[in-house]
């Protein structure tokens, strides 16, 4: 019980790495949360700022950064506990997830230089920036106590 108890607390004191020079062979995913960027711009400008983004995203994807990404309809189903479905996402509309990108990239430092350079950022667009686990971390800590266990 006490390798449990170990487990326990090394697992609980586990904090993410916040190096922003730390690699990640896997790549970072660009995350584009708010859909109401466009409201108070003529349909020129909201053209202006389409065309910007699809530049943008066909720059990095010409120079093998960007390997995949795509906007996301706002409407859809969540499925939950016991396998209820239900309308949604209903969240603000500055949360909703509009899109994102899936860099291949070795660096959060790399992959935050790149968010930065997003056209929606003046409009409201946030742009949140997430490394690719190589595996769900509770393969990792499955394999740890069976590990304890069997020790």
């Given amino acids: 019980m006490s390798d449990l108890r170990n487990l326990s607390r090394r697992i609980i004191k586990q904090q993410p790495t916040n190096t922003m020079s730390a690699t990640n062979n896997n790549g970072y995913m660009l995350i584009f949360r708010g859909t109401d960027w466009y409201k108070g711009l003529s349909p020129e400008q909201m053209?202006?700022?389409?065309?910007?983004?699809m530049a943008w995203f066909n720059?990095?994807?010409?120079e093998g950064t960007a390997i995949a990404g795509n906007p996301l309809e706002p409407a859809g189903k969540i499925v939950g506990k016991n396998r209820v479905v239900s309308d949604g996402p209903f969240v603000e509309s500055?949360?909703?997830?509009?899109?994102?990108?899936l860099l291949k990239v070795n660096t959060l430092d790399a992959a935050v230089q790149i968010a930065q350079e997003c056209p929606g950022l003046p409009y409201g667009i946030r742009v949140e920036v997430r490394p690719v686990a190589a595996e769900c971390p509770l393969v990792q800590e499955v394999a740890e106590r069976a590990q304890l266990a069997s020790a």
Avoid: C, H, P, S
């Fill in 47 to 53: 053209q202006q700022v389409a065309d910007n983004w």
């Fill in 59 to 62: 720059r990095l994807k010409n």
């Fill in 94 to 101: 500055k949360e909703t997830i509009g899109g994102y990108f």
